[in-house]
């Protein structure tokens, strides 16, 4: 079979003439280019006997392109382009067959010759893919890189295949190894599985497995329901209310780009709460030692603190306008993946019964409300501003910078929610009273 037309030197984003005639395509470049597998972004790695990290700074000074030493001991470097990165590693052994069988799964162990075009393949992966099969190369081979154990879920769910038997027992034999591998690494490998509602079958699988025990120890049969009705309640959400749920695939890092970008949506992220205790403060434990940003666990434990909530006032079938002011201030940005999660939290509940659309669309319609209301952008339920601003307030009432400026803030916002005050003079005015009233600051703050 001939991947020419696929990794042809006319691909790449710098000029043959640059490497040298021993360099070989490897890895998931080849093997994706067999399984036809096109993607917008270039991944392309090459081993060379020799000279590896010398020939990545030739290509990079002679196309101005951005150069990274990744591994200087291990003859490893990175040359960086707009859309594409080339990865240039010294051949692990005496021959290019020897640094092949020291690699994972057969289906990431063939090699391209780009100048001849001519595959190499000795451990049998092009018919294994064939097959459909995921199999290692060695048990040593994961036992060396325990991420691999991950891994191999993470590649079944992507390419469609499925784990060969006597490697998914090695895997489950080895796990207790993953105690050593780094919390960021297994965050990213499911960070993958996450950010693809396909791949939701491989997370029950990672669990089953027992691979998930130590990382997420809360996670359950029960909680891992939450992962396909997440999805399911996403696509309700998008069919009945778009522009409600054009927030939930937007980046919660606007400046984050392409594979990141893809893992850390407001809707891939609220899918973590299917693999960390519902209590919140337990929760943020988990995700601090998995390594999670700020960002990701602020988002997180905002959303296990809101949608109970917002699921008992549905339930309640009656709130008020404070109710909707403290719970929208409690969700903040949050608040579609809140949506999102109390219908999915109603799904399941409906999966005991006999399916019922109509259930479904009368539940949506008792959040239509509050999906007006969020897209309201001059909600003063939603979207409030304070009547007057936390410097005036400190000002007129020679008040110090601290939590009860916050409080005050917070009750006088709702107060203009709910028709009490309309002016900054009334809104001091009330200010005041609540100052000198320690029983409202309790009770409203």
Not at 95 to 124: C, K, M, V, W
Not at 125 to 152: K, S, T
Not at 301 to 317: A, F, K, M, Y
Not at 389 to 416: D, E, F, R, W
Request: with cysteine.
């Amino acid at each position: 079979m001939s991947i020419q037309s696929a990794l042809a030197p006319q691909t790449w984003p710098f000029q043959d003439k640059d490497l040298p005639p021993s360099a070989y395509l490897v890895g998931g470049c080849v093997r994706d280019a067999l399984l036809n597998r096109r993607t917008a972004y270039l991944d392309l790695d090459f081993v060379l006997p020799q000279a590896a990290v010398e020939t990545a700074r030739r290509v990079a000074s002679n196309c101005n392109a951005g150069f990274v030493l990744l591994d200087a001991e291990r003859d490893i470097a990175r040359v960086v382009f707009p859309e594409a990165t080339a990865d240039f590693a010294l051949q692990v052994g005496n021959s290019l067959e020897e640094d092949l069988q020291r690699r994972d799964f057969t289906i990431n162990a063939i090699a391209y010759h780009p100048f001849s075009d001519t595959l190499i393949d000795p451990l049998g992966g092009q018919q294994d893919l064939d097959a459909r099969l995921l199999r290692m190369i060695a048990p040593q081979n994961l036992a060396d890189d325990p991420l691999r154990l991950m891994r191999a879920y993470r590649q079944a769910a992507q390419l469609g295949l499925s784990l060969e038997q006597h490697t998914q027992a090695t895997i489950c034999q080895l796990i207790p190894k993953l105690a050593g591998v780094a919390a960021e690494r297994i965050k990213v490998e499911l960070g993958y599985l996450l950010s693809d509602s396909s791949a939701t079958p491989w997370i029950h699988q990672l669990w089953q497995d027992g691979l998930l025990r130590q990382s997420f120890p809360h996670a359950s049969k029960t909680s891992l329901a939450f992962l396909s009705a997440i999805d399911e309640a996403a696509g309700l959400l998008q069919h009945h209310a778009p522009g409600f749920a054009a927030a939930l695939p937007q980046a919660l890092n606007q400046r984050a780009q392409g594979k990141e970008a893809a893992q850390r949506t407001l809707l891939s992220t609220a899918k973590w709460i299917g693999l960390v205790a519902d209590c919140p403060s337990r929760a943020e434990t988990t995700l601090k030692h998995m390594k999670f940003s700020r960002g990701e666990i602020h988002v997180l434990t905002r959303l296990l603190t809101s949608w109970p909530r917002l699921q008992e006032l549905i339930d309640q079938g009656q709130y008020t306008r404070a109710d909707q002011f403290h719970l929208f201030e409690a969700a903040g940005g949050t608040f579609p993946a809140v949506v999102m999660v109390t219908l999915a939290a109603h799904l399941i509940q409906q999966r005991a019964e006999p399916p019922d659309p109509g259930v479904q669309l009368a539940y949506l319609q008792k959040l239509e409300p509050w999906i007006g209301e969020y897209l309201d952008p001059f909600s003063d339920l939603a979207h409030p501003k304070p009547p007057v601003s936390g410097s005036v307030l400190m000002k007129a009432l020679n008040l110090s910078p601290g939590p009860q400026v916050g409080c005050l803030l917070s009750q006088l916002t709702l107060a203009q929610a709910e028709g009490q005050v309309s002016t900054p003079e009334e809104a001091l005015e009330l200010a005041q009273q609540l100052i000198h009233s320690p029983l409202a600051m309790t009770e409203n703050g």
